[in-house]
């Protein structure tokens, strides 16, 4: 999600299940990983998480999918880190490394180390983010 809040692209239920369809053809490997993994589109909006997501966020699969992070469990930071990540990632389309502060459903802070990699498609546009969350402490 832009700075702003404001959502820009709405799915055809066609293109929404067509990406929920490829993220799924790897959900077993995703499922092994040991970090939290959420796949989003280029406003942030989550279509894909795994299970590791779901048990260090403490909210459902069914609650995360159609939402943004900041939505859920992020906006912890201030206004300068989202805006730095943004910019990295949407405008000079690099990945962007951080340390954020998240909070889970049942209101406990914990910190990770973030990982964002913006995914081009063949016109080097933005088609999906890859974001990539270990902890790197439980609780502040």
Known sequence: MHACGMRHKTYT??????VLYEAAEFKSGFDKINEALVI????????????????RT??????IIGKTPGELWGNQNDKSFYED??????????PFYGRVTNKKRDGTYYGSN???????DKQKN????????????DAI
Do not use: C, H
């Open 13 to 18: 239920t066609e293109q929404f299940l067509k």
């Open 40 to 55: 989003t589109d280029e406003d942030g909006v989550i279509l894909f998480a795994n299970e590791i997501t779901v048990k």
């Open 58 to 63: 403490g909210y459902s699969m069914e609650e």
């Open 85 to 94: 990540m943004w910019r990295t990632i949407k405008t000079e389309k690099k």
């Open 114 to 120: 973030l990982t964002i990699y913006p995914i081009l």
């Open 126 to 137: 933005i088609y999906l983010f890859l974001g990539i969350a270990s902890d790197f402490m």
